[in-house]
Nanobody, 119 residues
Framework: QVQLVESGGGLVQAGGSLRLSCVAS????????MGWYRQAPGKQRDLVAR???????NYADSVKGRFTISRDNAKNTVYLQMNNLKPEDTAVYYC?????????????WGQGTQVTVSS
């Protein structure tokens, strides 16, 4: 099975920065994409940023220009650099790995890391 471990969350003031990391381990399948999603209280889990194996990147409109997703394939790690944080960025951030074999595909999720931005 795949395990995803996030780190780097915490409490930061508005305008500050955080860098999230996610390390994948275990029986890692062919990786189609890795990404970050977030879920604020009372809201659905939404895409923040996603990078495919072909290096295509998507960002939520709300984070464009402030967040940057990157990866280190050799380390099975994906990062999210978050700059100019705003209170509305407060959420639990989840790492996701989209993997596939010849017969199936699925998304694996980390446990999440809390990001709190104070005003």
């Amino acid at each position: 099975q795949v395990q995803l471990v996030e780190s780097g969350g915490g409490l930061v003031q508005a305008g500050g920065s955080l860098r999230l990391s996610c390390v994948a381990s275990g029986s890692i399948p062919n990786i189609n994409a890795m990404g970050w999603y977030r879920q604020a209280p009372g809201k659905q889990r939404d895409l923040v940023a996603r990078i495919t194996s072909g290096s295509s990147i998507n960002y939520a409109d709300s984070v464009k220009g402030r967040f940057t997703i990157s990866r280190d394939n050799a380390k099975n790690t994906v990062y999210l650099q978050m700059n100019n944080l705003k209170p509305e960025d407060t959420a639990v951030y989840y790492c996701a790995l989209e993997g596939s074999t010849w017969f199936t595909s699925r998304t694996y999720w980390g446990q999440g890391t809390q990001v709190t931005v104070s005003s």
